[in-house]
Each structure stands twice: as C-alpha cells, then as structure tokens.
C-alpha cells in the first residue's frame, strides 16, 4: 500500500472519480486536507465514495481571517476530525502581514484543540518555520506531520530532533534543497504526499493525480540509494507508528479498518 499523508481531494472537480480511480488502482492510503468548511463537506462526501480516503478539518492560513472571529464555531467540527489539518501559518505566500495576528490566533485555537484531544495535526510552515516550531513546543504537541517543509535547515533539524514526522512531494523531483532534506531526514520519520491537484500543478501548470505519489518514492528511492520497495516498506511503517492505538481513527471510521489493517 501507498500512503498520501496530505492531498486536497476536494479540489477535483470534474476529475474526482477519475481521482478516485487511481486511488483504488494503485492502494493509495490518502489522507485529504481541508482548508475550511466548505471543503471538509466535500471531502466528507468524497471520503464515502472511496474506504482508502480520510477526511479530516482544518482551516488553513490563507483562510484564517475569515474564521477567526467564529473559532468556537468550529468546536463541533474539530472533535469530529479524526485528524486536524490543514492549519498552520504562511508568512511567505502571505504578504500581508496585518493578516498573521489572525493566523495565529486561529492556528492556536487548533493547536490547543489537538493537544485536548490528542490529535494528530497536519501542518503547513512556509515562511513561518521558527515560529511553528514554537507554538508546537508551547502546546507539546506529540503527533504531527509537517507538511511540503522547504524551510531553513537548522529549523528542519530542531523539528527533527522533535520527532515530527515530515511528508516529502512533488518538489523533490526538481529542488536541489527539497532533496537536502529528503537525504538528511531520518528514515523513521518519513511520510510522502503529493498535496494533489495543486502541488504538481503549482510546479508544471497541470494538475496532479494520485499515482504521482510513484514518482515522489522512485525519486525518494534514487536519493536515499535504496529501493522503491524499501522507501513503501519504511513509510507504511511510520504511518502505522503514528496512528497506533489512536481512538479518533476507530469509530466512526471502522471502514478504514481493514485497509489499515493490511498495512500490518
């Protein structure tokens, strides 16, 4: 089995099934991100279509200002989530910093949420990596996937001694840094993602599919000097290290059992 610890399945649109398709083609594990409500009921209703798709909540930063005057409003929605993502912080996209008090503010509202009720949180850092890592170590947060990291070195290294787990994408098939630290990141803490449809299309100017995630292992692989079937081997293992014995993955998501269970 595959594993994608972050896409953005609801950002299909005419191609879902198609999406879908590759997914159960190729046993996919996928794990989509939402970026605010609106997209966790779509990808809700595509995480009924297919057993190897998780939904979870998040409310990225891009969109925090929009949510952060309704915060307890999400209360019912997070407890929902058996993982918590898409948050986090973008001082890099974002140029307008009058809008990172919101993001802040929203991120730890989430924050304070996964550490309550001991989520896992997916987590996205561009520009805003030292202060990630500060709000992470203020809320001892235990579990969570960094997301697309593609920060400064010394950073990566603090958050690796933290024992985060990082998802490697797409970039590392051209980024001389992305392969840096797809080199340097110890083997136990390896996840891979595609951040599908936008992540591909974000590099080339098309959109992604599912089986992109073969290329992000064949490349993983080549860098690693080791074999496509050893970088699966040790991300399977990662992913079942870090969602073992999570209560918030049995019900009401015993579907997902025996596709979890074949990880095993």
Known sequence: MLIDAHSHLDRYENTVQSALGEITQHTI???S??????SYKRNLKIGEMCELVLPTFGVHPWNAPEYVE????????IEQSPIIGEIGLDYHFVED???YPAQQKVFEFFLSAAKEQGKIINVHTKGAEKKVLHLLNRYDIQRSIIH???GPLDVFHELVARGVYF??????LRAEHIKTIARELPANQLLTETDNPGGLEWLTGTPGMPAVIKDVIEALAKLRKTTTEDIMQTVQTNFLRLIQNDPWLSTPYARLDSEIN???
């Open 262 to 264: 074949k990880l095993k």
């Open 29 to 31: 594990f996928t794990i």
């Open 70 to 77: 309704h915060l307890e409003d999400l209360s019912t929605v």
């Open 167 to 172: 998802t490697i994408g797409i970039e590392v």
């Open 148 to 150: 697309w990291y593609s």
């Open 97 to 99: 910093t009058s809008q």
């Open 33 to 38: 991100n939402s970026m605010d409500l609106p």
